[in-house]
T-cell receptor, first 113, second 115 residues
Framework: KAGVTQTPRYLIKTRGQQVTLSCSPI?????VSWYQQTPGQGLQFLFE???????NKGNFPGRFSGRQFSNSRSEMNVSTLELGDSALYLC????????????FGEGSWLTVV | DQQVKQNSPSLSVQEGRISILNCDYT??????FLWYKKYPAEGPTFLIS?????DKNEDGRFTVFLNKSAKHLSLHIVPSQPGDSAVYFC??????????????FGTGTLLAVQP
C-alpha cells in the first residue's frame, strides 16, 4: 500500500511569507505527526493530530500550526517565515495506538531566503 | 536538555563485521524505543523497535538491546553491508498511560560500512 505522501517536496519562500505543507498518511492511519529537522537542532517534534484533534504539541512558537481533515490528511502552516525556519519538514503516520510503528514521509524541504 | 543522546557522531565498520550503535536516555518515563535509518533529504525509515518490558528484539540482521537500569540501548547490525551506510537515529516515547506518538530523537550516528 502507498506510504506517507508529502507535498511539495521542495520550495523556496521569502522571509515574512507563509507556507502550507501537506501530508497524506498511510491508508487507515488516523494519527499524523509533524517534525522539523535542522542541522543545529536535529529532529524535533512539532505536533500530532488524531481524528482531527491536536493530541500533542512540541515547543514551537504559535507561528507553527496544523490541522487534520476528516480523511486524516493533514496540513501544517508556518506564518511570518524566518530564515531559521529553513528545514526539512517531516510528516509521520501511524494507526494512532501507542507503541505501534510510526512511518515517515520523504519530507518537504523548505528554504527561506 | 537532550533527553536522548547518541554520543558517537560517526562510526566506520568493515563489510561483514558487526556494527554497534549506542543510545543513552535520561527520562526514566520512556517505555518505547525505535531505531530509524536516514539518508540526506529523505524521511527516516523504520528499522526496529523495543518495548521497555523486553531487553532484546531481533529482526533479521538487526538486533536492539535495552538496558533499563543503565538507560542505554544499542542497535547491532550483523553482518554489516555497504548499503547500511546512512545516519541512524534512536527515538524514544512515553506510551504508558495514554496514547501518544511523540518521538524524542537522538542526534544521530553516521555509519559508514567500508567494502
Amino acid at each position: 500500500k502507498a506510504g506517507v505522501t508529502q507535498t511539495p517536496r521542495y520550495l523556496i519562500k521569502t522571509r515574512g511569507q507563509q507556507v502550507t505543507l501537506s501530508c497524506s498518511p498511510i491508508s487507515g492511519h488516523r494519527s499524523v505527526s509533524w517534525y522539523q529537522q535542522t542541522p543545529g537542532q536535529g529532529l524535533q517534534f512539532l505536533f500530532e493530530y488524531f481524528s482531527e484533534t491536536q493530541r500533542n504539541k512540541g515547543n514551537f512558537p504559535g507561528r507553527f500550526s496544523g490541522r487534520q481533515f476528516s480523511n486524516s490528511r493533514s496540513e501544517m502552516n508556518v506564518s511570518t517565515l524566518e530564515l531559521g525556519d529553513s528545514a526539512l519538514y517531516l510528516c509521520a503516520s501511524s494507526d494512532g495506538r501507542s507503541g505501534n510503528t510510526i512511518y515517515f514521509g520523504e519530507g518537504s524541504w523548505l528554504t527561506v531566503v | 536538555d537532550q533527553q536522548v543522546k547518541q554520543n558517537s557522531p560517526s562510526l566506520s565498520v568493515q563489510e561483514g563485521r558487526i556494527s554497534i550503535l549506542n543510545c543513552d536516555y535520561t527520562n526514566s518515563m520512556f517505555d518505547y524505543f525505535l531505531w530509524y535509518k536516514k539518508y540526506p533529504a529523505e524521511g527516516p525509515t523504520f528499522l526496529i523497535s523495543i518495548s521497555s518490558i523486553k531487553d532484546k528484539n531481533e529482526d533479521g540482521r538487526f538486533t536492539v538491546f535495552l538496558n533499563k537500569s543503565a538507560k542505554h540501548l544499542s542497535l547491532h547490525i550483523v553482518p554489516s553491508q555497504p548499503g547500511d551506510s546512512a545516519v541512524y537515529f534512536c527515538a524514544a516515547s512515553v506510551i504508558y498511560g495514554g496514547a501518544t506518538n511523540k518521538l524524542i530523537f537522538g542526534t544521530g550516528t553516521l555509519l559508514a560500512v567500508q567494502p
